[in-house]
């Protein structure tokens, strides 16, 4: 094996000028394929997070009344009707939560007791969406601390958190009086323990939070809730385990892929998009790779047949060449990923936000240099095949005589 490392390195080290022109190829396709492929990866991961800061995995719900057709002897009604749907509660929600707690996928759990009301300040009344939760169990689907912008997480029995487009329009401030009407004479003030940003105009206006049992009490629901949000391990996989938890609990399971769907329909686009841009580019390395070995092999006839002439098999003679390749893709794709990662760092610092924030964010995960490396040392191994196999069955006293 010490042969053939020495070989492989002294012909790379003679043709300086072909082994610098290959290494700053495959150096530049890598470091395209690192900085794509870091953009794409930041992106849909902002993407996901900002779409998921707000929601939770997978929502159930009661299932839905359907109407039965009517049967006769004589005849079949076969026009059915979907039936109006009405409030609908989950009354023994423990097990239905215990149930999908069992579900190996699913991680935590958090009970809503959610409807409409009208918030009401000096004669002023703005629709509102009520939504009762325990707040520890909620924050653990809806990280809230980055939310907060006025006042304390905290909902201490007869206290609200509203969001900042609802305070402004009211003219509130935490410690501020609200009245909430439910309607049916359910009427209750709150006190405001804090102000929220949910990052979208229309949650701020509608969404407030308060405690499960003031909601319950409020919306006219005493041990009842409206809907169970739970969170799970895979997040690409949170459709089938949806599946799951509503075969065990015979609720109806909506996942977030499934409320999303033109979001994901654009993510898998992207996505392909940019696989097809990195198989291109390594097309490319490869193509580079192989041509400057063919060259080499054709340069070298005299040395490869005085190596065979000497008796080196050819199956030495073929892993030389097969090292080359393997050699350029290894150094080619760690330059290639330290230009890449460099090009996208940089890239994510200039094109920022107002409030300093990167607009591209970047991730540069270890996993995307360990697979780009291996990927690069492969496609270097496989390009040089060709290469290696011409030298390997080249005729010693042709390749002396024609070298």
Do not use: C
Not at 14 to 35: D, K, P
Not at 138 to 153: D, H, N, S
Not at 276 to 288: D, E, P
């Amino acid at each position: 094996m010490q042969f053939i490392w020495t070989v492989a390195w002294r012909l790379l080290r003679e043709g300086r000028f072909q082994s610098v022109l290959i290494l700053s190829g495959v150096t530049l396709g890598v470091a395209v394929v690192v900085y794509i492929t870091a953009i794409v990866n930041g992106l849909q991961a902002n993407l996901i997070n900002k779409t998921l800061s707000t929601q939770a995995h997978i929502v159930l719900r009661p299932a839905d009344e359907d109407n039965r057709a009517v049967v006769n002897q004589a005849w079949v009604l076969s026009d059915v009707q979907k039936r109006t749907q009405r409030e609908r509660t989950l009354r023994d929600w423990t097990a239905s939560r215990d149930l999908a707690l069992a579900t190996p996928e699913v991680k935590h759990s958090a009970a809503l007791a959610s409807g409409p009301a009208f918030a009401v300040k000096g004669g002023v009344r703005k629709s509102v969406s009520l939504m009762g939760v325990e707040l520890d169990d909620y924050q653990r689907i809806v990280p809230l601390q980055e939310k907060l912008r006025a006042g304390r997480l905290a909902l201490p029995n007869g206290s609200v958190m509203i969001g900042v487009e609802l305070a402004e329009d009211l003219g509130l401030k935490v410690g501020d009086r609200l009245r909430f009407d439910a309607g049916g004479d359910r009427e209750e003030s709150f006190t405001i323990s804090g102000i929220l940003d949910f990052g979208l105009k229309d949650l701020n206006r509608r969404w407030v939070l308060l405690p499960l049992r003031a909601a319950q009490s409020l919306l006219g629901h005493p041990l009842e809730i409206t809907e169970l949000y739970l969170t799970v391990d895979d997040l690409f996989h949170a459709d089938q385990t949806a599946l799951r938890v509503a075969a065990r609990t015979g609720l109806k399971a909506e996942s977030w892929i499934e409320s999303n769907a033109q979001l994901m329909t654009a993510l898998r686009s992207q996505r392909a998009s940019s696989t097809m841009i990195r198989v291109f580019v390594m097309i490319a390395v490869a193509f580079g790779i192989a041509s400057v070995l063919v060259v080499s092999v054709v340069q070298r006839q005299r040395e490869i047949g005085i190596l065979r002439a000497m008796g080196t098999p050819s199956s030495r003679i073929m892993w030389i060449f097969l090292l080359q390749g393997g050699m350029v893709g290894l150094v080619g794709s760690a330059a290639g990923s330290l230009l890449g990662a460099a090009i996208a760092s940089g890239f994510s610092r200039l094109a920022a936000q107002p409030d300093g924030t990167p607009l591209f964010p970047v991730d540069l995960s270890p996993e995307l240099f360990i697979s780009t490396a291996l990927t690069a040392t492969l496609v270097g191994v496989l390009s040089a095949l060709a290469p290696a196999r011409r030298a390997a069955r080249l005729d010693p006293v042709e390749a002396i005589r024609y070298g």
